[in-house]
């Protein structure tokens, strides 16, 4: 008869797993296998909040720009718009962006779990879509970072250079003209910022751990996970 007995499993607190994944998501994921996601999904929702909050100031330059490329491009396609609805525009999407912004994590859980979920389906990874929101949930962590990195930049920038949110992209889109780029070709210059670069890694550990398949598995899922959500950006640009 052995005596082996099954190794116990560290135990940690959500916040502890929420910080941890940065450097290690393989042992986070690891030691969650079994865990419910509705707790991440909280704490990390309650973070965007307050930190949305806490910077609006410092991200307002970003989200103006935004909205006066936005008003550009309408225009280069014949859709002036008047000067006083220009400005309350401006109002309601400042406010929609800082709120989509808010709900960071809760949209990349439910919609980045979907898509996670199809390039698992797409490379014959066994992954139930409840565990595919638990890695997406877990791999947007990092966004936390950018929207910290972004806010630095607004504080320190001169906001007469800020002339997209791309401005604040930690990545090949920083340097490209988004007037005069294809909004297509900017949605995939921003798909290789730092930060999503790091979810598609956690992305990728979380389906090699959680499906038991080789990490090359995992990585092919979690960058056909990356090309159905570009997908969403370069068909509107395509039929524009």
């Known amino acids: 008869m052995s005596n082996d007995t099954p190794a116990a499993v560290p135990q940690s607190s959500a916040w502890e797993d929420l910080l941890e994944v940065l450097w290690a998501p393989s ?5 969650t296998r079994t865990r419910g ?4 999904l909280l704490l990390l929702t309650g973070v965007f909040v307050v930190l949305v909050l806490a910077t609006k100031n410092l991200l307002q330059p970003y989200v103006d720009a935004n909205y006066d490329l936005q008003v550009i491009k309408m225009a280069e396609q014949g859709q002036k ?11 309601f999407s400042g406010y929609f962006l800082l709120f989509s912004w808010s709900l960071t994590a809760i949209f990349s859980g439910l919609l980045g779990g979907l898509v996670t979920w199809l390039g698992a389906k ?3 990874a066994a992954l ?3 565990r595919a929101v638990f890695i997406a949930t877990l791999a947007s962590v990092p966004r936390v970072l950018s929207l910290l990195a972004t806010a630095a930049q607004g504080a320190l920038v001169d906001a007469s250079a800020v002339t997209s949110l791309f ?9 490209v003209d988004p007037v005069k780029t294809n909004a297509g070709l900017m949605g995939v210059l921003a798909s290789l910022d730092l930060f999503t670069l790091w979810n598609v890694l956690i992305t990728a550990v979380g389906v090699s751990v959680f499906a038991r398949v080789s990490r090359g598995a995992g990585w092919m899922a979690s960058l ?5 959500t570009l997908l969403f950006t370069l068909i509107p640009a395509v039929l524009a």
């Open 37 to 40: 996601v509705g707790i991440y």
């Open 27 to 31: 042992t986070v994921f690891e030691r």
């Open 224 to 228: 056909v996970a990356l090309g159905i």
């Open 81 to 91: 718009m008047p000067a006083e609805a220009v400005e309350q525009g401006r109002t």
């Open 167 to 175: 401005s604040a992209s930690l990545g090949p889109a920083r340097f």
């Open 128 to 130: 139930p879509l409840g």
């Open 122 to 124: 797409v490379v014959g």
